[in-house]
């Protein structure tokens, strides 16, 4: 497998297409196995104006959740309420490439969790990097160890029109899941 440089491409496209990261991050993962997309929705939460002087902004924060928990044995004994799967990326420009692959890397290494359920998820896509920023991720079911979010999200995205996402609006405005779009003046 040849890695290719993440600003013209994505990196360990063995066995999805997605999601950038080392070949085998992502080798637990059975992107098969895929929710339906009517049990998800989107929170797309766009930033206005940034007063601060970092030479690397967040443009916006984009969440997917389930609409409804999944029935879970585990869960639903410990916390008395089935299994709610949920991820969220910040978004990035695609030219702050370096800081988003640092900033996986760094998420990676500091997890407690074992892999896939480690946080530091990168989707690169057109003129954006959407970047987990959490240690752990909230994905796989406890009980039946199967990952909701990935695979649906891989399904979302692979199914775009690059060409056609030029703002975070556009590229939304493909999802074939419903969702929501806030736009925050700071």
């Known amino acids: 497998m040849i890695l290719t440089v993440p600003t013209l491409g994505l990196l360990g496209q063995s066995q999805h297409s997605v999601f950038s990261g080392p070949i085998d991050y992502y080798s637990k993962t059975d992107f098969s196995k895929i929710d339906s997309l009517d049990c998800w929705f989107y929170l797309l939460t766009q930033r206005g104006g940034n007063n601060n002087n970092d030479s690397v902004k967040v443009i916006g924060q984009l969440t997917f959740q389930r609409t409804h928990p999944v029935n879970d044995s585990t869960t639903q004994a410990l916390n008395g309420t089935g299994f709610l799967p949920n991820i969220s990326f910040q978004v990035y420009s695609l030219k702050d490439s370096a800081y988003c692959i640092r900033k996986s890397e760094s998420i990676k290494m500091v997890s407690s969790c074992s892999m896939p359920d480690t946080g530091g998820d990168m989707i ?5 990097i959407f970047l987990n920023r959490m240690t752990c991720v909230w994905c796989k079911r406890p009980d039946n160890r199967v990952d909701y979010c990935r ?4 399904n979302i995205f692979k199914n775009l029109d690059k060409s056609a996402a030029h703002s975070l609006e556009q590229l939304v405005g493909q999802f074939p899941i419903k969702g929501q779009t806030l736009k925050l003046p700071f």
Do not use: A, L, N, T
Request: proline share 11%.
């Open 124 to 128: 690169i896509f057109g003129d954006f």
């Open 151 to 154: 695979p649906i999200i891989e």
